[in-house]
């Protein structure tokens, strides 16, 4: 399970000796993490004599939830005592019923949602207001448990070392740049082939591994966030702490920056 969390990008049944096992094996990984691979489907295809067998080999892709799947799980967790949302609430805020088709980010948004839609039930806010914070606080946690998941991932598979700086900022940093570049060329998917973009997409450990820790999904020869509206939560959160840090500056120190850039 989680051939993308190794992070050594050889064949699996060569490196671990498959055809001397007497069994059928399943391998996940997430699609994305090969998306830049001109044959990614080569470091999973049995060898014999050192010859390709690709008819050995089975692609599948797990589905989303759908809606009644969704509503079923809902259902499962009102049965369970769970404070779970109702579908309706949760299909309320924007971009969210796009997001949730994960088991990952549906079990997210079932513990999170109803401390959220709590915080804003007494707002004096307008309807769209409030479903804009509950929006904004939702993609916080989403982003906040996503990076502690994929950082705890990467120091388990030895990759990164527990005593090594926070990885989470340069997490954050690299997706608000990308979800900068797409929202100033007005784009929701961006191309590997396209240079103005090239250095998002090097095949350096570096970028690879925050590649694979952020929330990015690929079709094709394409690649973009989960749901655009995160992609502008990201673009939301580098203005405002831009904004925030500016206000904290002295004026002074602003005018020789200025000054200086000229």
Same mark, same amino acid.
């Given at each position: 399970d989680?051939?993308?969390?190794?992070?050594?990008l050889q064949?699996?049944y060569?490196?671990?000796?498959?055809?001397?096992?007497?069994a059928?094996?399943?391998?996940?990984?997430?699609?994305q993490?090969?998306?830049?691979?001109?044959?990614?489907?080569?470091y999973f295809?049995?060898l014999?004599?050192?010859?390709?067998?690709p008819?050995l080999?089975?692609t599948l892709?797990?589905?989303?939830?759908?809606?009644?799947?969704?509503?079923?799980?809902?259902?499962?967790s009102h049965?369970n005592?769970?404070?779970a949302?109702?579908?309706?609430?949760m299909?309320?805020?924007p971009g969210l019923q796009?997001?949730v088709t994960?088991?990952?980010?549906?079990k997210?948004?079932v513990?999170?949602l109803p401390?959220?839609l709590?915080? =804003?039930a007494? #707002?004096? /806010?307008l309807l769209q207001?409030?479903?804009q914070?509950?929006?904004t606080d939702?993609?916080? +946690?989403?982003?906040r448990?996503?990076?502690?998941?994929?950082?705890?991932?990467?120091?388990?598979s030895?990759h990164?070392t527990?005593?090594?700086?926070?990885?989470?900022?340069?997490?954050?940093?690299y997706?608000?740049?990308?979800?900068?570049?797409m929202?100033t060329?007005?784009l929701?998917?961006l191309?590997?082939e396209?240079e103005?973009?090239?250095?998002?997409?090097?095949?350096?450990?570096?970028?690879?591994?925050l590649r694979?820790?952020?929330p990015?999904?690929?079709t094709e020869?394409k690649i973009?966030f989960?749901?655009e509206?995160?992609?502008?939560h990201f673009v939301?959160?580098?203005? =405002?702490?831009? #904004?925030? /840090?500016?206000e904290n500056?002295?004026?002074?120190?602003?005018?020789?920056?200025?000054?200086? +850039?000229?």
């Amino acid at each position: 399970d989680g051939y993308d969390e190794i992070h050594q990008l050889q064949n699996l049944y060569v490196s671990n000796r498959l055809n001397e096992w007497n069994a059928k094996t399943i391998v996940s990984c997430r699609s994305q993490y090969l998306y830049n691979k001109e044959h990614p489907n080569l470091y999973f295809t049995p060898l014999e004599n050192e010859r390709e067998q690709p008819h050995l080999l089975q692609t599948l892709f797990v589905s989303p939830f759908s809606q009644d799947q969704i509503k079923q799980y809902l259902e499962s967790s009102h049965n369970n005592n769970v404070a779970a949302p109702s579908y309706e609430e949760m299909i309320a805020i924007p971009g969210l019923q796009d997001l949730v088709t994960t088991p990952f980010l549906l079990k997210l948004t079932v513990e999170a949602l109803p401390e959220i839609l709590a915080r =804003y039930a007494n #707002s004096s /806010s307008l309807l769209q207001e409030r479903q804009q914070l509950t929006q904004t606080d939702l993609y916080k +946690s989403f982003v906040r448990r996503w990076f502690e998941r994929q950082e705890q991932k990467l120091i388990d598979s030895g990759h990164i070392t527990s005593d090594k700086p926070d990885q989470k900022p340069i997490f954050w940093r690299y997706c608000q740049l990308l979800a900068l570049e797409m929202h100033t060329h007005n784009l929701s998917w961006l191309s590997a082939e396209d240079e103005r973009f090239s250095v998002y997409f090097e095949n350096d450990a570096e970028t690879e591994m925050l590649r694979s820790a952020c929330p990015i999904k690929k079709t094709e020869d394409k690649i973009g966030f989960w749901h655009e509206s995160l992609g502008m939560h990201f673009v939301a959160q580098m203005i =405002y702490q831009e #904004s925030i /840090s500016e206000e904290n500056t002295p004026a002074q120190h602003q005018v020789a920056t200025i000054e200086h +850039s000229e």
